[in-house]
């Protein structure tokens, strides 16, 4: 599940089981992105609660009536570990810079008829962890909740069909850095999205069918545990087109999309280097290894099975 700006652009598919290799690529970037050109010449860089814990990696501006979010769509915690119902799909760097940065309206408006998650907005992402890494519906596209079948790691995410990692259940350990009472996210009609606690540190209040609240004048969702995990839809007002709210990034996906590989676990995942990583998997009783370089041009990935066979794909951003 991957968002697009063009829905005429169709990703094609591929298969990355390679047969009787078992082998797949992973791929992933430790490099930031570099300086972004502006999406927009009247711009002026803000700083925005949470975002601020992560400014190393997340750049935040204000254009107009919207807050600009660029990021390289990489988390700083690890990412796959746990994950058991894998799409063969693999974190890499994405564009979320210029012109493609995240928008989040400045001053969101209620909306009349609120648009909720539960039957709508399968595709893309709802909000915005305050890491620059997108939240997805807790539904994936099939309608299943992700959380629930395996599909997630042990930071509540995933890659979508561009091998973009985004989360599917509240990133609620984001609060350990930006503090409790500190926002993890930003829903994408401009709401805030809190952890466990209210802004002033009081205990949870009681929560409507998006995951959110009146507190004290203002309205806000909560990061939970159990269903809907994030804001449960859009309390505020947006555009939907396609499915998804619109506008938000574009992807370009290097190769074309996995498949389900049953019964393999992802073990480990590391970062040895600026672009230089390893994904490990266990199937069948094997271990089967990745070992990759990738930019936001291109990937090198070499496959490694459990009898030591390797094989090795190069891509380039299309």
Not at 137 to 166: F, P, Q, T, V
Request: proline content about 7%.
């Amino acid at each position: 599940m991957s968002h697009t700006a063009d829905s005429h652009s169709e990703i094609s598919r591929r298969r990355l089981l390679q047969a009787g290799a078992l082998g797949f690529g992973a791929l992933i970037t430790g490099a930031l992105v570099g300086p972004a050109t502006t999406a927009q010449a009247a711009e002026t860089v803000v700083k925005l609660p949470g975002f601020s814990a992560f400014a190393s990696s997340v750049r935040t501006l204000r254009s107009g009536k919207y807050y600009l979010v660029e990021s390289n769509g990489l988390p700083p915690h690890n990412m796959m570990v746990g994950i058991t119902s894998w799409q063969q799909q693999v974190p890499a760097p994405q564009p979320y810079t210029g012109s493609n940065a995240w928008r989040i309206p400045v001053h969101p408006k209620r909306a009349a008829n609120p648009v909720s998650a539960t039957d709508n907005l399968f595709r893309g992402a709802i909000a915005l962890a305050v890491d620059g890494i997108p939240i997805f519906n807790a539904k994936n596209n099939r309608g299943e909740i992700s959380a629930e079948i395996g599909e997630l790691d042990e930071w509540g995410g995933h890659c979508g069909r561009a091998d973009d990692y985004h989360y599917h259940a509240a990133p609620l350990h984001l609060s350990k850095t930006v503090g409790a009472t500190k926002p993890i996210a930003y829903a994408l009609d401009g709401y805030l999205l809190y952890g466990a606690v209210e802004p002033d540190g009081s205990p949870m209040r009681k929560l409507d069918q998006y995951n959110g609240h009146d507190y004290k004048g203002t309205y806000h969702y909560h990061g939970t545990t159990s269903y809907p995990y994030i804001n449960g839809g859009m309390r505020g007002v947006v555009t939907v087109k396609d499915g998804q709210v619109d506008p938000q990034p574009y992807l370009r996906p290097f190769r074309a999309d996995g498949k389900p590989l049953p019964g393999a676990k992802i073990t480990n995942f590391a970062r040895s280097g600026p672009s230089d990583f390893a994904l490990t998997y266990t199937l069948g009783g094997g271990a089967y290894h990745v070992d990759y370089t990738a930019t936001l041009q291109s990937v090198s990935m070499t496959f490694t099975d459990p009898s030591g066979q390797t094989s090795s794909e190069t891509y380039t951003r299309r």
